[in-house]
């Protein structure tokens, strides 16, 4: 495996790859400190194209004031050893110099997904988190992307970005990788306290509820909401952010219930966020 922390050396290694062996390249975006569920994503990745690269970097611009920048789990020694073992070809851990070099001044909004859900509490995320999936794009060129179907508004938003900006990149979402008692698997799940992380699987209970209330003929989404809102309270240290349901495709709030619905939702619990998401069922024809 190569490791390369510069845009001129992972320019020239995937132009390399192209004109000398015709190989198709596949990205995985991640900010490290890899578990299950990134691992998962490179094991897509390998079945996808002929080189597969990673890109480390935990990137500033995603994180709102007073957030986790300085917290967020970074283990490189670790990811280097993991990313070995699943095949990856090239680790690309560029550093904020490189990424945001003095007098950087361009942005990527996409404006109107970005505004619900996380987009609420989390100032300008999306912002950073489009733009540097814009940069990682250009610099790595890659066929194919790999991204986390919990990150459900950032894959909708990254989606949309590469129509809107005519990027050639065939973008994959792969499903959530969960802990036995339904956790998703997240970096920040190592911020939870022994305490806190019995509460986390809230968020899982309040899927399978959703789906059950649904199954039984629910198909108000306020209704569900609130029902879910009380449910979760009921779980020591959290505080709910908030549940949104809606519509899968433009992230826009619905009434009711109808085949294809997006459950999302975002609970802190004691000083760590958790989101999580599912697709309903309804059976409604409204
Ligand atoms: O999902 C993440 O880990 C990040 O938001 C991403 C896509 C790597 C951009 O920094």
Not at 170 to 192: F, Q
Not at 207 to 218: F, P, Q, Y
Not at 224 to 241: G, V
């Amino acid at each position: 495996m190569e490791i390369v922390s510069t845009c001129s050396e992972m320019r020239k290694l995937v132009l390399d790859w192209r004109r000398n062996s015709n190989f198709s390249i596949c990205l995985v975006p991640t900010m490290g400190c890899f578990h299950e569920g990134h691992l998962s994503l490179m094991r897509t990745a390998r079945e996808k194209a002929d080189r597969m690269v990673v890109s480390l970097y935990v990137n500033p611009t995603q994180f709102s004031p007073g957030e986790d920048l300085e917290q967020y789990p970074r283990n490189m020694r670790k990811d280097i050893h993991l990313a070995e073992n699943e095949g990856v070809h090239c680790l690309f851990t560029p550093d904020s110099s490189e990424m945001y070099p003095d007098g950087f001044q361009t942005w990527v909004e996409v404006t109107k997904l970005s505004k619900g859900l996380c987009g609420k509490s989390r100032q300008d995320h999306f912002r950073g988190v489009a733009t540097i999936v814009a940069k990682l794009f250009n610099i790595v060129q890659p066929d194919v992307a790999v991204f986390g179907q919990k990150d459900y508004q950032q894959l909708q938003i990254i989606r949309r970005m590469v129509e809107d900006l005519n990027i050639s990149v065939e973008i994959v979402g792969y499903p959530i990788i969960r802990e036995k008692d339904g956790l998703a698997m997240s970096s920040r799940n190592t911020y939870l306290s022994q305490e806190e992380r019995k509460s986390a699987v809230c968020l899982w209970h309040a899927i399978n509820r959703a789906h059950e209330m649904v199954a039984a003929g629910m198909d108000s989404c306020s209704e569900l909401a609130n029902h879910l809102r009380e449910y979760i309270k009921t779980y020591p240290a959290t505080r709910i952010d908030y549940i949104f349901i809606g519509d899968p495709d433009t992230l826009e709030k619905k009434e009711t219930i109808e085949a294809r619905t997006l459950l999302a939702m975002a609970v802190w619990v004691g000083k760590t966020r958790l989101i999580d998401n599912t697709i309903l069922m309804g059976t409604s024809q409204n």
